[in-house]
């Protein structure tokens, strides 16, 4: 992946520690406000991911001025995604309403897997802790860099819900197998589209440029001939989520490799209408188009 942000955390361990016990005590909105106090101070030395957030306000028509305020506006919306992530560590609920439930519900109670497709625009973590049902386990594939305060929370919280995590570590196989696994056992797969760490890519139209999708995902999605819904987890308020739901469907007309083409850019397109409508919600803080 390229140069930004690479998808751990930040803090120390008893930081994070802190934050959770914080939380428990006062709530998210304090925590909020205090965001501001160092975000100044985070986007000046972050600049690499300050840089690749000005590139995607740019790009989606923003002048420079605009740009550099919705870089802050941008990260602010990140941190109260993280903060948020730890308040579910911590105990705390949101309010999630979840756009076309019964069609999801319909899937997960069918024989076959179903792959939950989501992105790096919103908090897509929250999906996991909402989304899962009796009918099947829910799998998520996650990054394995994070920390241990992180990756530990994560797995009770998870656990709770009746879901787990499968670990991607660069460089590893096993979580190929795991995959194939929890597909075979006719499971719910949770996987990102939009984050590519290094292997093949597909090349689709984002916002007027070329940007390389990781193609093992897509060719999955197809290979597996399963419901493929699509997920977007956007925050509507300080205690709610709204979680967008849609089933995308590969054309069978054409080859194996021009279906996980299609599907790719499928995504691509609602993935670009989302960014559009959500535009501080998109936490890809790398060159996305590189």
Excluded at 59 to 74: H, L
Excluded at 200 to 211: H, L, P, Q, V
Aim: hydrophobic letters at 45%; charged letters at 20%; aromatic letters at 12%.
């Amino acid at each position: 992946m390229a140069a930004g942000w690479d998808g751990r955390t930040r803090g120390t361990h008893w930081m994070q520690r802190a934050l959770v016990g914080i939380i428990r005590a006062v709530g998210v909105r304090p925590i909020y406000w205090v965001m501001h106090l160092w975000l100044v101070w985070y986007c000046l030395v972050r600049g690499s991911e300050r840089r690749s957030s000005y590139q995607f306000h740019r790009i989606r028509g923003r002048n420079r001025v605009q740009a550099i305020v919705d870089v802050y506006r941008s990260f602010y919306h990140f941190g109260k995604a993280i903060v948020d992530r730890f308040a579910v560590y911590s105990g705390h609920t949101f309010d999630v309403e979840v756009e076309n439930w019964n069609l999801y519900l319909d899937k997960v109670k069918g024989k076959d897997s179903v792959v939950l497709l989501f992105s790096h625009l919103g908090n897509s973590e929250m999906a996991a802790y909402t989304m899962n049902t009796a009918a099947k386990k829910m799998n998520i594939l996650l990054f394995g860099g994070e920390s241990a305060v992180v990756l530990a929370n994560r797995a009770k919280v998870l656990n709770e819900n009746k879901a787990g995590m499968i670990i991607v570590n660069p460089g590893e196989m096993d979580h190929i197998y795991a995959v194939n696994e929890a597909l075979l056992r006719g499971e719910v797969l949770a996987i990102a589209g939009d984050r590519n760490m290094g292997s093949k890519t597909i090349s689709c139209r984002f916002m007027g440029k070329e940007a390389p999708l990781p193609a093992g995902v897509f060719q999955l999605c197809v290979t597996s001939k399963c419901p493929i819904l699509l997920t977007f987890v956007i925050k509507e308020g300080v205690n709610a989520y709204h979680i967008y739901t849609e089933e995308l469907h590969p054309n069978a007309a054409l080859s194996r490799m021009e279906r996980a083409q299609d599907l790719a850019q499928q995504f691509a397109g609602r993935l670009e209408q989302m960014a559009y409508q959500y535009p501080y919600e998109w936490f890809n803080f790398y060159n996305f188009w590189k």
